[in-house]
């Protein structure tokens, strides 16, 4: 008795000659299941409904198979524009750094100017008093 609960007819030499592992079992299945029935039907109606329950199953496997395949088609487009976004902002970021540096300088510069500027206010007001 096999996994699905058949049993072989014949002998084992019965198999369908250039067929390999389930395409063959199922071949045997197949050309048996009319002799099956009219031995154990019970037994032929539970192959044939595990038959329909694998086919929906790989059905749902397929479904499944492509949705993923979409979701990867739509995270790699995804990532794809968050990457050129990303680069972008990296440039802005970059070139507002240099800016800040920049008026940062301006604005040493001009402290330094208004030291100046209080140190002659200061120097004045020594020498005139």
Not at 69 to 79: F, S
Request: net charge positive.
């Amino acid at each position: 008795m096999s996994m699905d609960g058949s049993t072989s007819f014949g002998s084992a030499s019965s198999g369908v000659s250039g067929r390999h592992g389930a395409d063959a079992k199922k071949a045997i299945s197949d050309a048996k299941l009319a002799e099956l029935a009219l031995v154990d039907p019970k037994r032929a109606k539970r192959i044939m409904a595990n038959r329909q329950s694998a086919a929906r199953s790989k059905e749902r496997k397929m479904r499944y198979i492509a949705e993923l395949e979409r979701k990867v088609q739509c995270l790699q487009t995804e990532a794809t524009t968050l990457s050129a976004q990303l680069s972008l902002l990296q440039r802005d970021t970059s070139g507002l750094t240099n800016e800040n540096g920049d008026l940062k300088l301006q604005v040493q510069t001009m402290e330094q100017q208004v030291r100046l500027q209080d140190g002659k206010v200061f120097f004045v007001e020594q020498i005139q008093n």
